[in-house]
């Protein structure tokens, strides 16, 4: 494996040809640029979005060119604030092109998943995410292992199928409250 950091690992975005799927798996991230835009959902105030405009656009610019970007949220039920938010500001991803489906951690039960966030670009790249001890991102290690790919596109096609769309599921959320 490789590590990448910085513009290394952003690199990956423009590069690949026809999809990119990113698991997540983790219960709460702690991404400097959202610690601002979460207190301010935990306060109730707004929020103008604009630290998520880089990866808007990112998500615009290879979606509107062709390619797929795919996201599945393992996430636990009952929502805890982290995921509640996530669920408040994903539509900007769907708008921006990004499919989103989520997952109850409990409806996992026979399915592959691991316990690493991972992306999955070409169903030939698997780039693990890292994390620091305080749970920021730290880059991803990268491998072309045809075995561990294979294990990913396992998963992410198990996953996908079983996950429910952002949409489908943020009304289900509203009707069971």
């Not at 991404?31 to 207190?39: S, T």
Request: a negative charge; charged letters at 30%; aromatic letters at 12%.
């Amino acid at each position: 494996m490789r590590l990448l950091l910085g513009r290394s690992f952003d690199g990956l975005f423009r590069e690949f040809e026809r999809t990119a799927f990113h698991l997540e798996v983790r219960d709460v991230y702690h991404a400097p640029e959202e610690a601002v835009p979460f207190q301010r959902f935990l306060d109730a105030e707004p929020d103008d979005f604009a630290w998520q405009r880089p990866w808007l656009e990112l998500v615009r610019e290879v979606t509107d060119a062709g390619r797929s970007v795919r996201r599945l949220r393992v996430v636990p039920v009952p929502h805890r604030d982290y995921t509640r938010w996530l669920l408040s500001i994903s539509g900007n991803n769907v708008d921006a092109g990004e499919e989103i489906r989520w997952l109850d951690r409990t409806a996992t039960a026979g399915l592959t998943v691991g316990t690493d966030d991972f992306w999955l670009f070409d169903d030939r790249r698997v780039v693990f995410s890292l994390f620091e001890p305080d749970g920021s991102f730290s880059g991803g290690a990268v491998t072309e292992d045809p075995e561990i790919v294979r294990y990913c596109a396992r998963a992410r096609t198990s996953l996908w199928a079983a996950g429910i769309p952002h949409d489908v599921y943020l009304a289900r959320q509203a009707v069971t409250g």
